[in-house]
């Protein structure tokens, strides 16, 4: 019914920049907060940012400064530039959204993407 699909990842030298995307599908009736997650080999999954309907964000203090989160209530997007990227940035990014579908309007659901490799490496 709802997909996440994250776009963006990719090899990125350390102090470069990369721009991740995520777009929800399907039978939206509205969304709450959105955000992006980490997991790096043999580590929990984390928070990185997120941010809330009306624009209020939050981020890791790992991240704070580097990274930006936005999102485009019209397009169901949420986007996260990161600047600065450093080698232990390397992750798993996941896209994490609280969703309404049209059939139950008043009940928000976790949803998650699949997932994008972003790798800083010289």
């Known amino acids: 019914q709802v997909q996440l699909v994250e776009s963006g990842g990719g090899l990125v030298q350390p102090g470069g920049s990369l721009r991740l995307s995520c777009a929800a599908s399907?039978?939206?009736?509205?969304?709450?907060?959105m955000g992006w997650y980490r997991q790096a080999p043999g580590k929990e999954r984390e928070l990185v940012a997120g941010?809330?309907?009306?624009?209020?964000?939050n981020y890791a203090d790992s991240v704070r400064g580097r990274f930006t989160i936005s999102r485009d209530n019209a397009r169901n997007a949420v986007y996260l530039q990161m600047n600065s990227l450093k080698p232990e940035d390397t992750a798993v990014y996941y896209c994490?959204?609280?969703?309404?579908?049209?059939?139950?309007?008043?009940?928000?659901?976790?949803?998650w993407g699949q997932g994008t490799q972003v790798t800083v490496s010289p």
């Open positions: 399907g039978f939206i009736f509205s969304i709450n907060n």
């Open positions: 941010i809330t309907r009306g624009g209020i964000a």
């Open positions: 994490h959204a609280a969703i309404a579908v049209i059939e139950r309007p008043t009940t928000h659901d976790y949803y």
